[in-house]
């Protein structure tokens, strides 16, 4: 009987500690992954940008006209608005041999 309830334990535990914890690190994960030019937001520092350019360690945020900072990709809490992203435009020879 105790072993049955060290093992109820350890299973409330998980289910309540640490499968929540590791969807909520997926999430912020996959966040940052997609973050591009034009996205606003906010680091974990409180500081409010625009991603200027992105490398595979690196975003650099433009907090003001001219002025960038660079952080580690970690370092972005959310991102408050996505920027609009164009799709590419075909050529007209390609519209013309799907036609």
């Known amino acids: 009987m105790p072993i049955l309830m060290i093992g109820l334990l350890f299973a ?7 499968r929540p914890q590791q969807k909520r690190r997926r999430e912020a994960e996959q966040m ?5 030019p ?5 680091t974990i520092g409180g500081l409010y940008g ?4 992105v ?7 433009e ?4 002025v960038q900072t660079r952080y580690a990709r970690p370092a972005v809490a959310r991102v408050v ?7 590419p435009v075909a050529d007209e020879a390609e519209l013309e041999a799907k036609e």
């Not at 409330?12 to 640490?18: G, L």
């Open 12 to 18: 409330v535990m998980y289910f309540m500690m640490i």
């Open 32 to 36: 940052q992954a997609s973050i591009g």
């Open 38 to 42: 034009g996205d606003e937001v906010v």
């Open 50 to 53: 625009t991603v200027a350019s």
């Open 55 to 61: 490398d595979d360690e690196t975003v650099v945020l």
């Open 63 to 66: 907090v003001a006209p001219g």
């Open 81 to 87: 608005s996505k920027a609009e992203r164009a799709e």
